[in-house]
């Protein structure tokens, strides 16, 4: 069984922080997907930084894709991330100043990995990125637009496309459903998964919203209050 996630007795929390919660035991096979959910300020975030390597658990155990976070150079998390992680940050992060398609290449600018795979799959990273971009109903006529002159749900599928550029293995999705209204929230979160089946990525979103918790594999409901509960499909 290959693990996209493996975690234990994973104490969260910012360093100088009270601690936000414990997180006895999660595992999550690759190319399965989880749903994370919970009130402001529980802590979803804050897992998920620990997920992406941007935030390193002092107790406990934290294997993303087959590495020790706590045991690897901030560097070689920055590598990791880049190399195999797609992310849909919930405030989208794109470049305002570079057209749509630039913004969904540069994975595949940034890190050799991404380029390599998106040209052994698709033949050139261009391909892939019109392929990505017409499956998530970007408009061709849009490209070349600046990414800010979009609309935000389409600034949103522009995120999920340059997410999953080169292949990553683990996509993390911060509130990836939070600007848009029901009908384009479940249409979105079916795209999301359909990309991310082809693809035979891992998938994690962290959302307030529990009305999206039956479409994933695995729930994981944070409660700083009491013990952390964990509901497996």
């Not at 406990?60 to 560097?75: E, I, M, P, Q």
């Not at 033949?123 to 006529?141: C, F, H, I, N, P």
Request: glycine residues 8%; hydrophobic residues 45%.
């Amino acid at each position: 069984m290959t693990l996209a996630l493996d975690l234990e007795n994973l104490h969260v929390g910012w360093p100088g922080q009270p601690e936000l919660f414990k997180l006895p035991s999660l595992r999550l096979e690759q190319g399965q997907s989880l749903f994370i959910s919970g009130e402001s300020g529980s802590g979803k975030t804050s897992l998920l930084s620990m997920l992406a390597g941007v935030l390193v658990a002092q107790t406990g155990r934290c294997r993303v894709l087959g590495h020790d976070f706590s045991a690897l150079a901030s560097s070689t998390r920055d590598r990791v991330r880049g190399e195999s992680m797609g992310i849909i940050f919930q405030q989208f992060n794109l470049l305002g100043f570079l057209s749509v398609l630039d913004n969904v290449l540069m994975p595949t600018r940034l890190f050799e990995r991404r380029y390599q795979d998106a040209c052994r799959m698709h033949g050139s990273a261009v391909k892939q990125a019109s392929q990505l971009l017409t499956q998530l109903g970007v408009a061709d006529s849009l490209w070349g637009l600046a990414s800010h002159q979009l609309s935000v749900g389409q600034q949103q599928r522009v995120a999920a496309a340059r997410a999953f550029m080169g292949r990553p293995s683990l996509v993390l999705a911060d509130e990836p459903t939070s600007a848009l209204d029901d009908l384009h929230r479940d249409r979105f979160l079916e795209l999301l998964a359909s990309v991310c089946e082809l693809a035979g990525a891992s998938l994690v979103v962290v959302s307030h919203d529990q009305a999206l918790a039956q479409r994933f594999n695995q729930r994981l409901v944070l409660d700083p209050a009491s013990s952390v509960g964990v509901e497996v499909a």
